[in-house]
Structures are given as C-alpha cells and as structure tokens.
C-alpha cells in the first residue's frame, strides 16, 4: 500500500477579515522547490499586535479545511470576516509512493442568501499541481465556477458549468467531469466544493482514473481530501470560552487506530460528571492514559481519573456510559474545574501535541498557544518540539517567550500594513537577544514594515483623561415644584 504524505508549506489570504493581503511561507517552502523534501523543524509561530492578522491567518486555514473536507463554511463563523471577492490560496506538498506534487489550491469565496438565511459560498476554485521529476515540471491546472448560488438558476437552462483547463480532454474519462453540471447544482445546494465533496471522493474511490493525467488529478483530490479530513487539526481561540467559563475542558484528540483514525473534540465536563457513547470509552482510557504520562512530565504529581459508571441506553438507543472525571495529587481528589486556566489548556491540548511530537503527518494548527500557560513551561514545550517533533505546528501568540526558543526562521511578525500583512525578521545577528531585537523593532522599525503603531504614552494618558470627563457626574437642577411632588410621591409609596 502506498503511503501518502501531505505538507502545507504556504497560505496566502486576499481581503479577508482586515488582511488586503498576507503570505506566509512555512518551514519547508524552500526544500520543496528546490529538492522536492522535507527537512527540518515545521514549526511557525506567529507574533504581533492586537487585531493586526494572526487569528485571521487561522480562520483563513479552517476555512481550507472546511473546504477539501467537503463541508459548508459556517456562515455564524466566517461570514462576517469575508466580503464579496475574498480568496484563500493554499500550496502542499504531495508525496504518494514514488509520485512527488506541488499542489496549489486557490478559492474566491463570496457571501450570498438573503437575511434570514446567508452563507458562505464558493465561487470559483482553481487546482493547479507540477510532477516532480529531475525539477518540477510544468504546470497543469483545472478551473470551476459555480453559477448555481440562487435556487431560481438552477432552472435556467443557459446557466452552465465547465472545466476550465488547457488539458481538459485528458480529464474527460473522469467519471465526476461528465456529471459537472450536476455536481454544481448538489454543490451550490449545499454551500461546498465543486472539486472537493461527498460525490467526487466516491466516484474517485469507486471508477479508478487509466489515463495518467487523470490519476494525477484523482490522486491529488483524494490525498488533500484524506488529509483535511484526518490529519489537519485547526484549534480555534472560541475554545477558551468554554474553559474560563468553567463549563468543560474540550479535549482536542488525535489517535490511530488499526482500522480507523479518531480526531476531533471531546468534552470533559469539570464538575466530575460525563457520557460518552459506549464504542468511544475504550478510545477514550487510552487517551487519558497518554494525556497523563505527558502531564507527570510537565506538572509534577497531577494525574487525571477516570471512574467508569453506570451503562444505560438513551432515548436514540444508543448505548451511554457515565464517566466520573477528577484531578488527582499526591492521592487527594477533586474536581477538575478548581485547576488553573493553564493546567486546563495543557490538558486540552496535549493529545495533540503528543501527536505532532510523533507523526509526520500531522498539522496542528493552534490560535493563542500561550493562553494562561507559565512563560518558562511554554518556552520549555516550544523547544522540545522545536528539536524534536516529526509533524508540522502553527500556532499565534503573544508570549514572547519563543523568541529565546525557536530560530528567528520559525517567527513570523504580523505588521500595521493590511498590503503586507506579514514578514519575517531581517538584520537579526547569530548573538543578538531574538526577543529583546524584536521588541526594539516594535519601537523603533527597522523592518520591510512597520510591526507597531506606536503611540507615546502622553496621547494615552491624554485619551484616558478625556474619556473620564465624559463620563463625569452631571449635576441635576430641578425646580421646587417638581421636588415637592417626588418628595410626595415617595411619601405615598411609603
């Protein structure tokens, strides 16, 4: 059986949220056009001011994902960051037995509906790939529109799609490139992808390609299909709400199984009351039992329990066990919601990262990585997988502490131009202090682009002041008339 392996090595966002435009080249960009390899530490860390583009970069990757998965883009999430000619782009690379691509996906997105029902739709979509043999050879692509957003075009019969490719003859024996039309009415239907959904990946799996070009192609859907699907892991900052709330702690798992591959969310409930489906429980031990041989290693004495409980059937007849869930030190057990915010996000998020440490197949892709963590206990985290985790990480924050950690290659600054939005660090020497270089660039520039809108701190102090006034006491005058009818009035209540 051929291994496939993925790699996301570039994201570029074009006016999306408050980004004009922002590109980010990750660690292997540069291996994978010159040597078609990976090589080296996958990890980015993103760094900048308040609301100038990294969650945005974030929410640009969930949106891919959501789009080569085959789902809808949630319009409660997203469609308040997308205008009407918003595009994604992102480039893989795709390494499947002895077949090496270099994948580029682009989407135009657009918002439509009316306000009682709106979404996010997918306008057009462009999927182009180079083979590698001795250099990369020329490029191929193929592109769609989807005209179908309205219901009411679905019955105009000039209304058409088309595959768009300088080499579409080749991809004519594609069983989902004769049922084009009908692909674009399901797709518009449901909010998704043309290229990437439901009927295309069954069609791929169950009418094998013969020509080589349309391999080429059924391979690459396939692959960046599985990949969004199993593999790429987006942990968004919405789940700090549930953890400060103190409602559950949403454990973020990834584990590979014989026959099946377990990723997503599962919440474990901080007051030491849970259920879970039958089928998952075993799964679920497992996890926990890993979870707590990292957790000895990063907070000493802390364990996690879990006490089976009673099994029942529910109203959709599914089997439930009741789990009872506790943190445990030095022998004394309690409930996990009096753990501090830190402890409780390491606990979300060690699976995951138990599983980049180990798997060259995994993007983890997290937002504000440093929420609530002990400086030193991050930086310490940051290195270990720095020098030593196999899959790839991208994480935004703003602990600076990663500076002292990670090459100045593996930092990206976030800047006050929305054109440009994002650069690396230039002039850093072999001894300059990376965290104290970068703060001196917030201050004082020095960069393509400046990092920071630098305001003195007499303007604050001044916008403070003036504020106060506003909201100063307001000194009523009333007449004698009126205070003798409320002075009687609140005597009657009396």
């Not at 020329?138 to 309205?150: A, G, K, L, Q, T």
């Amino acid at each position: 059986m051929k291994t496939t392996t993925v790699r996301l090595i570039k994201c570029e966002l074009h006016r999306v949220k408050n980004v004009n435009k922002g590109t980010i080249e990750f660690m292997n960009y540069v291996p994978v056009l010159r040597k078609a390899e990976l090589a080296g530490s996958d990890i980015v860390g993103i760094y900048g001011q308040n609301g100038s583009g990294k969650t945005a970069m974030i929410e640009g990757l969930d949106i891919i994902r959501h789009i080569l998965t085959g789902q809808e883009i949630p319009f409660h999430e997203y469609g308040g960051i997308l205008c009407d000619d918003s595009e994604v782009s992102a480039l893989f690379y795709v390494e499947k037995g002895e077949g090496k691509y270099l994948v580029d996906y682009e989407v135009s997105l657009s918002v439509a509906g009316s306000d009682s029902t709106p979404r996010v739709v997918v306008k057009k979509e462009k999927l182009a790939y180079k083979i590698r043999g001795a250099t990369w050879k020329h490029e191929r692509s193929i592109c769609v529109s989807n005209p179908f957003y309205e219901s009411s075009s679905i019955l105009d019969t000039n209304a058409a799609v088309h595959l768009e490719s300088k080499h579409a003859d080749e991809y004519s024996e594609i069983e989902f490139v004769k049922s084009l039309q009908n692909i674009a009415i399901y797709s518009a239907q449901r909010n998704c992808s043309i290229l990437f959904n439901n009927l295309v990946t069954n069609s791929l799996v169950h009418n094998p390609a013969k020509s080589d070009e349309a391999k080429n192609i059924s391979e690459i859907i396939l692959s960046l299909g599985f990949f969004a699907q199993n593999r790429m892991i987006v942990i968004k900052v919405s789940q700090l709400g549930d953890i400060n709330r103190n409602q559950l702690i949403p454990i973020n798992i990834y584990e590979v199984y014989e026959n099946a591959i377990l990723q997503g969310c599962l919440p474990l409930l901080m007051n030491g009351n849970g259920s879970l489906p039958a089928p998952i429980y075993p799964m679920f031990e497992s996890i926990i039992d890993a979870i707590n041989i990292a957790l000895k290693a990063i907070i000493p004495n802390l364990q996690i329990v879990i006490k089976r409980g009673a099994v029942e059937v529910n109203e959709k007849g599914i089997e439930i066990v009741h789990v009872d869930v506790f943190s445990e030190r030095e022998g004394n057990r309690f409930s996990t919601q009096y753990e501090s915010e830190g402890i409780k996000r390491i606990i979300s998020l060690l699976n995951c990262l138990i599983a980049v440490y180990n798997d060259p197949q995994i993007c983890l892709i997290v937002d504000e990585l440093d929420s609530g963590i002990f400086e030193y206990l991050l930086g310490e985290l940051l290195g270990v997988l720095y020098e030593e985790a196999k899959g790839q990480l991208i994480f935004t924050s703003h602990n600076l502490r990663a500076f002292e950690k990670l090459s100045v290659k593996n930092l990206i600054c976030s800047t006050t131009n929305p054109d440009e939005r994002f650069i690396r660090l230039q002039g850093v020497q072999q001894n300059n202090n990376r965290r104290d270089f970068y703060i001196r660039a917030l201050v004082l520039g020095g960069q393509k682009e400046s990092l920071y809108e630098q305001d003195e701190l007499d303007s604050i102090g001044y916008a403070f002041r003036k504020a106060g006034k506003v909201s100063e006491p307001v000194t009523l005058h009333f007449s004698e008339r009126l205070l003798e009818k409320l002075s009687q009035r609140a005597a009657e209540e009396t």
